[in-house]
Structures are given as C-alpha cells and as structure tokens.
C-alpha cells in the first residue's frame, strides 16, 4: 500500500491543503506563544508593519507564496536527489526557515513547521501532476499568510 494520496477533485485538494495548514499554523501558533509567553519576544512581531493596507495583505498572500513555493520546491526537488523523502523535507523546512531568520530570528522558528508540512505535502502527492504539487504548496502557504495576515490587521491595528 502507498503513502501517496491521490486527489480525485478540486475539493479534495482545498481539503487536504486546508487540513495541512491547519495543522501547520496549530504547531506554528504555539511555538510563537512560547517565545511570547518566556518573553524572548521583546518588539513588535508584525508581518505588514504600520503599512499595513490591502494590497499589503494581496501582496502577502498571492504574490510572495507563489514565488517562495517555487523556491521550496527547487530545494525539496534538489534534496529528493539524495535523502530519503522525510530527511528532504526537513532540511528543505530548515533551508527555507533559515531564509526567514535572516529577516528575524523568531521567525524561522515560527515557520518551520510549514515549510516542513509543505514539503511532505508536496512530497505525499507524489501521483499528482505537477502543477497539483505546486498548487498544494502554494495554497497551504497562501491560507498561512492570509491568516496571518488578517490576524495581523485584525489585532495589531487596534
């Protein structure tokens, strides 16, 4: 028996990105409270900034997950070459979380969790077409930036 899925429909994708986001944000989510909570987090984690505005969050959640799920999957891609499948998908989580530390270093640990599940999303829906591969990489990082997003202009704007 494979550990591929097969998704026979459009519903079948959004559900299965849907429950992949879940899943990442839950893990993202508390890692975040963590920090807050040991109070490491001494500034303002806000992802739009005072700038905040609705081509902010568009931006956020069309534009840069669709070029950062092409990155993902050139590395996932590169790292299928020599490691097995869940060693690919951690290092690529890794690689990609690191990308974001640069930008702050809480926020590759906040990440991680995504670009992992990503990865083995991506990588589980192996007997789909590429561009369904590409497609759940990019919706479960689209949903988490959109909520983020929202969550940031919801609450940090108050």
Same mark, same amino acid.
């Given at each position: 028996?494979? #550990?591929? *899925?097969?998704l026979?429909?459009?519903?079948?994708?959004?559900?299965? !990105?849907?429950?992949?986001?879940?899943?990442?944000?839950?893990i993202?989510? !508390?890692?975040? $409270?963590?920090? $807050?909570?040991?109070? &490491?987090? #001494?500034?303002?984690?806000?992802?739009? %900034?005072? %700038?905040?505005?609705?081509? #902010?969050?568009?931006?956020?959640?069309?534009?840069?997950?669709?070029?950062?799920?092409?990155?993902l999957?050139?590395?996932?891609?590169?790292?299928?070459?020599?490691?097995s499948?869940?060693?690919?998908?951690?290092?690529? %989580?890794?690689?990609?979380?690191?990308?974001?530390?640069?930008?702050?270093? *809480?926020?590759?640990?906040?990440?991680?969790?995504?670009?992992?599940?990503?990865?083995?999303?991506?990588?589980?829906?192996? #007997?789909?077409?590429?561009?369904?591969?590409?497609?759940i990489?990019?919706?479960?990082?689209a949903?988490?930036?959109? &909520?983020?997003?929202?969550?940031? *202009?919801?609450? &940090?704007?108050?």
């Amino acid at each position: 028996m494979s #550990n591929f *899925v097969k998704l026979a429909n459009p519903q079948d994708i959004l559900f299965f !990105c849907f429950r992949k986001f879940f899943i990442s944000f839950l893990i993202s989510s !508390c890692i975040l $409270y963590a920090f $807050y909570f040991l109070e &490491l987090l #001494n500034h303002d984690v806000s992802r739009t %900034g005072s %700038g905040s505005s609705v081509a #902010n969050v568009l931006f956020d959640t069309l534009i840069v997950p669709f070029i950062e799920s092409i990155l993902l999957v050139m590395i996932i891609s590169f790292f299928d070459i020599f490691l097995s499948m869940k060693k690919s998908a951690i290092i690529s %989580g890794f690689v990609f979380a690191s990308f974001h530390s640069m930008i702050e270093w *809480v926020l590759g640990f906040v990440i991680l969790p995504l670009f992992i599940i990503s990865a083995l999303s991506y990588q589980e829906a192996k #007997n789909e077409k590429m561009k369904i591969r590409f497609a759940i990489v990019f919706l479960i990082h689209a949903f988490n930036n959109l &909520l983020a997003s929202a969550l940031d *202009v919801a609450f &940090l704007k108050v």
